[in-house]
Antibody, heavy 120, light 113 residues
Framework: QVQLQESGPGLVKPSQTLSLTCTVSGGSISRANYYWSWIRQPAGKGLQWIGRIFTSGTTDYNPSLKSRVTISVDTSNNQFSLKLSSVTAADTAVYYC????????????WGQGTLVTVSS | DIVMTQSPDSLAVSLGERATINCKSSQSVLYSSNNKNYLTWYQQKPGQPPKLLIYWASTRESGVPDRFSGSGSGTDFTLTISSLQAEDVAVYYCQQYYSNPFTFGQGTRLEIK
């Protein structure tokens, strides 16, 4: 059973870059037909998809965040990462990583989530 | 963007009774090439990540109790819990994966009456 775990700073200053890593265990991140997403959820609010990456390196981003987002994959360490630049308080949220099965299940396996607070 | 609208926002149902949550998309999520609706349902309990219940609008994920069922096609979908159990108290989300950006409904909070 694949497991995902987010890691990274819990506090980021405004205007700086938020950086998170998702470590995948119990399966190879390089397996065909899967892709890897980031999703966030402000406290008490709904879910917003940030973007995804295939192990080929192909990415798709939410247009509302595209100018500030970079998702990358490190197959040697079975990890993928999120960078969100020029953060503001509006980026404060629980950030989740998730695995998708192309054409079938967009977010079948989730990490537990990590809270990132943007504050000076 | 495809806008997903759920109704109601909150719902209180007696134990053992049926719970029904509706989801409407602003455009069709039916993929004509395979006749699949790219619509999922998730359950989220406090402090936990969402859990996949249903994909392709009506296919139950492995291990999900059969009291959960999904129906609908095109733009109108329904999640039904046939006999509410105490452990079903949660927020439920629908989500489309027909087009970028993938979008979620606002959530429906389900409580015990």
């Amino acid at each position: 059973q694949v497991q995902l775990q987010e890691s990274g700073p819990g506090l980021v200053k405004p205007s700086q870059t938020l950086s998170l890593t998702c470590t995948v265990s119990g399966g190879s991140i390089s397996r065909a037909n899967y892709y890897w997403s980031w999703i966030r959820q402000p406290a008490g609010k709904g879910l917003q998809w940030i973007g995804r990456i295939f192990t080929s390196g192909t990415t798709d981003y939410n247009p509302s965040l595209k100018s500030r987002v970079t998702i990358s994959v490190d197959t040697s360490n079975n990890q993928f990462s999120l960078k969100l630049s020029s953060v503001t308080a509006a980026d404060t949220a629980v950030y989740y990583c998730a695995r998708g099965d192309f054409g079938k299940i967009p977010f079948g396996n989730w990490g537990q989530g990590t809270l990132v607070t943007v504050s000076s | 963007d495809i806008v997903m609208t759920q109704s109601p926002d909150s719902l209180a149902v007696s134990l053992g009774e049926r719970a029904t949550i509706n989801c409407k998309s602003s455009q069709s999520v039916l993929y004509s090439s395979n006749n699949k609706n790219y619509l999922t349902w998730y359950q989220q309990k406090p402090g936990q990540p969402p859990k996949l219940l249903i994909y392709w609008a009506s296919t139950r994920e492995s291990g999900v109790p059969d009291r959960f069922s999904g129906s609908g096609s095109g733009t109108d979908f329904t999640l039904t819990i046939s006999s509410l159990q105490a452990e079903d108290v949660a927020v439920y989300y629908c989500q489309q994966y027909y087009s970028n950006p993938f979008t979620f409904g606002q959530g429906t909070r389900l409580e015990i009456k």
